[in-house]
């Protein structure tokens, strides 16, 4: 596999359930992203990992709950969603420079999430 | 503070006419400028980047972009529309400050009419 991959590609849960989402990055970068992207809406940082360690939440509920246990793996772990939380969640890969300057980012295909 | 503005939320062109997709920033210091294309049902994909180096910037598929600071815009242009070219791009700006801040505007869709 090459690039950001990003399981599962759907998925449809309710609103008293547990679910995770997936993404592995196979670009040697160091810094993973969470983003969401709902209709008619820019998209949105949700949380941003540097070597591991969370550098960036943006005020997101508490029933979103990031984790990476390695550089080329990221988690979304949802649980008691709210219907407005429907959306396609992106995430994407970086090689932070040494300079601080911001770099590209590689995108994987995203997850389409529905809360009933 | 950053920011940046998509002038036009949506675009169409006839393929073989050429394309422009306006984006103007706003930051306090030396700017990252990207630009960004998602197809339907897919993640986004980088076009071009701006990091200080040409003015005049080069990405995939035929697209170019144009810093010009004393205007604060990076327009997107391509001087020949393909239909394979309807998606949504979106103008991105980060910067010199360090860290993650990225900001990325509201999106224009392009549709290109045979």
């Known amino acids: 596999e090459t690039g950001v991959t990003q399981t599962p590609r759907h998925l449809v849960m309710g609103m008293t359930n547990k679910k995770s989402l997936k993404c592995e990055q196979h670009l040697g970068h160091n810094a993973m992203y969470w983003y969401k992207q709902s209709a008619k809406k820019p998209l949105e940082l949700m949380f941003v990992y540097s070597l591991e360690e969370r550098v960036e939440n943006n005020s997101v509920p508490s029933r979103f709950s990031p984790e990476c246990p390695n550089s080329s793996h990221l988690f979304l772990h949802l649980h008691t969603l709210q219907p407005e939380d429907s959306a396609l969640y992106l995430c994407?890969?970086?090689?932070?420079?040494?300079?601080?300057?911001?770099?590209?980012?590689?995108f994987g295909p995203g997850t389409r999430l529905t809360v009933l | 503070a950053q920011s940046v503005t998509q002038l036009d939320s949506h675009v169409s062109v006839s393929e073989g006419t050429p394309v422009l997709l306006r984006c103007n920033y706003s930051?306090?210091?030396?700017?990252?400028l990207f630009w960004y294309v998602q197809h339907p049902n897919k993640g986004l994909q980088l076009l071009l980047k701006?990091?200080?180096?040409?003015?005049l910037v080069k990405g995939i598929n035929g697209f170019e972009a144009e810093f010009k600071k004393s205007e604060t815009s990076f327009h997107l242009t391509k001087p020949s529309a393909h239909m394979s070219d309807a998606a949504e791009y979106f103008c991105v700006v980060g910067s010199d400050t360090g860290g993650f801040k990225t900001i990325f505007g509201a999106g224009t869709r392009l549709f290109v009419k045979a």
């Open positions: 701006y990091t200080s180096a040409a003015t």
């Open positions: 930051s306090s210091y030396s700017p990252s």
């Open positions: 994407a890969s970086s090689q932070d420079g040494a300079s601080g300057r911001w770099n590209e980012q590689f």
